[in-house]
């Protein structure tokens, strides 16, 4: 009893460490959120509303490079390797933001940070993945949301509290974004002390290695047999033929991957990363002073973190459809009631706490349904043989529409105003109901392999040739 006690605490161990990569994703991205107003206010890097956009969304250019070089770096060099390279780039680029000395060097700095960033969203998850028990993966794996969200709200207090406390200081923002290399130390140390993924030492013929690495966090016999599957698995994805760009001819194979890129524009359009990232020039717009509005959006924070548990649950109760629909359904009228009400209340003292109280709202809509769907339907809808295209293609697009979304948001709220921006987002909104309700399956309770084929019965072209290994 006391040995499998060490095998669930050191298995703890694995995840506590390997979800700092996902405490600093959520730092990283919600840190900028409270910084922002006051660098714009400083002499050093004088922003303007697009350049603001290029420090915030030079993060999210970086991070569409880094998820698809991070997946090819964690296959060459390791998952563990790969997390270790990530703790130092995302050290190094925090510090490097920390003490630009103007725009251009800040704008640099935010893109290698991104890389980062990138990287670990891809990485960190399949590390997991590979780590955990079958019958609890979906619970570590979804532990890792939590902990971005986690950081997000992290960010949120520091910022406010240092703000609050240091807000007449030119260089407030100084003091808010090293924070973020703390965590990257310990994921730094806390990597160099457990394991490689067993998967990846048997796709590199380190058989015996990963019998040793299984016997740390299973018993024994189930050890062996998991490395017996590990090696079944990994010798029919060797013979079978991966997908390659020219199999997007293939009708049916077109379709997984048109699908896979709607459901993640469907997850950025609704303009959450608006509030992820402008929260408190937001709530500055509609009327808060800017202590007040850091101290306003925790509340965007917590609701995030609160939301994200509800969502894990519902996942296990709810259908995928109706679940993605609510959620979109709550975020457009949310959305749609901002506006509404940063017209009718323009100027009123009321106006920043109704605000406040719709991006709560909106968020609780978003991270309760919309990303905890997004993140499982994609790791659904693809058959293996087209999950390495499939994810690669979906999470470069991710990452891309954020990096819009994060670049032109600021020049909307300086061009058009606060309620125009979020009308734009409202007809998003629709779109994305639309989109959902009219091409996108149910896919809970279904098989990988009952999936793959009811996404064949749309190909009617007679000429392709389908066999074990090949998809054309």
Not at 217 to 241: T, W
Not at 262 to 271: E, K, R, S
Not at 434 to 442: A, N
Request: aromatic residues 10%; hydrophobic residues 50%.
């Amino acid at each position: 009893m006391g040995k499998q006690g060490n095998q669930h605490s050191f298995l703890r161990t694995i995840i506590l460490v390997s979800t700092f990569g996902g405490l600093l994703f959520g730092y990283d991205t919600g840190v900028i959120n409270g910084a922002l107003p006051y660098m714009s206010e400083s002499d050093q890097l004088n922003l303007n509303s697009f350049t603001q956009g290029l420090v915030t969304s030079a993060l999210l250019f970086g991070a569409a490079f880094g998820a698809v070089v991070g997946g090819r770096l964690a296959d060459y060099n390791g998952r563990r390797k790969t997390i270790l390279y990530l703790a130092i780039l995302f050290f190094v680029s925090t510090i490097g933001c920390t003490i630009s000395p103007n725009a251009a060097v800040m704008i640099l700095c935010r893109f290698l940070l991104g890389l980062a960033v990138g990287g670990a969203s891809v990485t960190v998850p399949t590390y997991l993945a590979e780590m955990s028990p079958a019958e609890s993966r979906g619970k570590m794996v979804t532990q890792n949301e939590l902990m971005i969200v986690t950081g997000q709200l992290l960010a949120f207090t520091f910022n406010a509290i240092i703000g609050n406390m240091l807000g007449e200081n030119p260089h407030v923002w100084r003091y808010m974004l090293p924070i973020a290399a703390i965590p990257a130390v310990f994921l730094f140390f806390g990597m160099l002390r457990v394991p490689e993924s067993p998967r990846w030492l048997v796709s590199k013929g380190k058989n015996d290695e990963a019998l040793t690495v299984l016997q740390k966090i299973r018993e024994n016999k189930r050890a062996k047999s998991e490395l017996q599957e590990i090696e079944s698995a990994y010798e029919k994805e060797a013979k079978m033929e991966k997908a390659t760009f020219k199999d997007l001819t293939t009708p049916w194979v077109r379709r997984v991957v048109f699908l896979g890129i709607g459901i993640a524009v469907v997850q950025q359009i609704t303009g959450v990363n608006s509030i992820m990232y402008y929260g408190t020039e937001i709530l500055k717009d509609a009327g808060f002073q800017t202590e007040a509005a850091l101290i306003g959006n925790i509340g965007n924070g917590v609701i995030s973190v609160l939301a994200t548990f509800v969502g894990i649950w519902l996942l296990g109760k709810v259908g995928r459809r109706p679940m993605l629909i609510t959620g979109l359904v709550g975020t457009t009228t949310a959305l749609l009631l901002i506006g509404i009400f940063s017209l009718v209340f323009e100027g009123s003292a009321a106006l920043p706490y109704i605000v406040l109280a719709l991006t709560i709202t909106f968020l609780a809509f978003q991270q309760g349904a919309i990303s905890p769907v997004t993140w499982l339907m994609l790791s659904e809808i693809f058959p293996l043989r087209l999950r390495g295209l499939g994810m690669g293609v979906t999470v470069f697009c991710l990452w891309g529409i954020n990096f819009l979304v994060g670049l032109t948001f600021p020049v909307l709220l300086a061009s058009i105003g606060l309620s125009t921006t979020f009308f734009v987002f409202v007809v998003l909104g629709i779109g994305a109901i639309l989109f959902v309700k009219k091409f996108l399956p149910e896919t809970k309770g279904l098989t990988l392999e009952e999936l793959e084929q009811s996404f064949r019965k749309y190909d009617n072209e007679s000429s392709d040739v389908i066999n074990d290994n090949k998809i054309i």
